[in-house]
């Protein structure tokens, strides 16, 4: 069974950092390209960002271009997400998602996210 979980979301202030990491199982996570979603309170989900399956080509959302930095550990199975300079519409539940995926309505990922809340 496919198995993604998302942790280290956290409340932060803002100006600050957090490291998102997901946990994959189940397929061949070494081979899959992977993306960040999130989804913010009462909005759609959001691409962030995407890592090819060897972290040689990656993708990122404007709204964290600059301040984000996709990575993985093909051995660990394991997918991060590094923020910085926190800003409040970072406010999100955040998702990682197996394949290159780019949100479209009625869209809904499968997994555990994790929520980063940003605070004044």
């Known amino acids: 069974e496919e198995q993604l979980v998302a942790s280290g979301g956290a409340l932060v202030q803002a100006g600050g950092s957090l490291r998102l990491t997901c946990t994959a199982s189940g397929f061949m996570f070494s081979a899959t390209y992977m993306t960040w979603v999130r989804q913010a309170p009462g909005k759609e989900y959001e691409f962030v960002s995407a890592?090819?399956?060897?972290?040689?080509?990656?993708w990122y959302a404007d709204s964290v271009k600059g301040r984000a930095t996709i990575s993985r550990d093909n051995a660990k199975s394991a997918l991060y997400l590094q923020l910085t300079n926190l800003k409040m519409e970072d406010t999100a539940t955040y998702y990682c998602?197996?394949?290159?995926?780019?949100?479209?309505?009625?869209?809904?990922?499968r997994g555990q996210g994790t929520a980063v809340s940003v605070s004044p």
């Open positions: 998602v197996k394949g290159y995926q780019r949100p479209s309505m009625g869209w809904v990922p």
């Open positions: 890592i090819s399956s060897g972290g040689g080509n990656t």
